[in-house]
């Protein structure tokens, strides 16, 4: 059954590059299926931020894409996620999931999820 | 963007009574329409796809109907382990994929 683990820092500076990286076992995500990275502020409901395909084909939400890089490990079995110049507003639990795969594309519901991993923006 | 709305904010049920939860969409969504149940300190877990389609697990009690704007996710008989908070999300047109703002099921 497919795991997913999202690590990185807890805690990072304003202005400063959020990374994090999600680690996939017991399915290599070269096989497919598409990969994506949700977050949820504390308290309220949950983002899209994007989604990777193991070729390295990206879907980023719009109001990150200038910020955002989404990038693919195929030899580690990880995908991750930097978005750079953030503020208090990046301050949320990140998680990362499984997007089924349609016709080359991704479909856009997302099953397994990983437990999620708090980054605070803070000085 | 198409923006989701969910009703109501929270819903208080007894157990073993129905509890319907509704979504509704900025603009049509056809049938690309998938619900999740959140418990407290844990990930989403995906319940429904295709706004009728139960994903691996889900019991029965969970049914989802409507199309086009108009979404419902019924829980039949609320069991203890069903108070949550129910999101849903359309991935009809995207980019983005669209979230509502969730629903809490609360023990009346």
């Known amino acids: 059954q497919v795991q997913l683990q999202a690590s990185g820092p807890g805690l990072v500076k304003p202005s400063e590059t959020l990374s994090l990286t999600c680690t996939v076992s017991?399915?290599?995500?070269?096989?497919?299926?598409?990969w994506g990275w949700l977050r949820q502020p504390p308290g309220k409901g949950l983002e899209w931020i994007g989604t990777i395909y193991h070729t390295g084909t990206t879907y980023y939400n719009p109001s990150l894409e200038s910020r955002l890089t989404m990038s693919v490990d195929t030899s580690k079995n990880q995908f991750s996620l930097k978005l750079n110049s953030v503020t208090a507003a990046d301050t949320a639990v990140y998680y990362c999931?499984?997007?089924?795969?349609?016709?080359?594309?991704?479909?856009?519901?997302?099953?397994?999820w990983s437990q999620g991993t708090l980054v605070t923006v803070s000085s | 963007e198409i923006v989701m709305t969910q009703s109501p904010a929270t819903l208080s049920v007894s157990p073993g009574e129905r509890a319907t939860l509704s979504c509704r969409a900025s603009?049509?969504?056809?049938?690309?329409l998938a619900w999740y149940q959140q418990k407290p300190g844990q990930a989403p877990r995906l319940l429904m796809y295709?706004?009728?389609t139960r994903a691996t697990g889900i019991p029965a009690r969970f049914s989802g109907s409507g199309s086009g704007t108009e979404f419902t996710l019924t829980i039949s008989s609320l069991q203890s382990e069903d108070f949550a908070v129910y999101y849903c999300?359309?991935?009809?047109?995207?980019?983005?994929?669209?979230f509502g703002g969730g629903t809490k099921v609360e023990i009346k």
């Open positions: 999300q359309q991935y009809n047109n995207w980019p983005p994929f669209t």
């Open positions: 295709g706004v009728s």
């Open positions: 017991s399915y290599s995500i070269s096989s497919g299926y598409f």
């Open positions: 603009q049509s969504v056809s049938s690309n």
């Open positions: 999931a499984r997007d089924e795969e349609f016709e080359r594309g991704p479909v856009g519901w997302f099953d397994p």
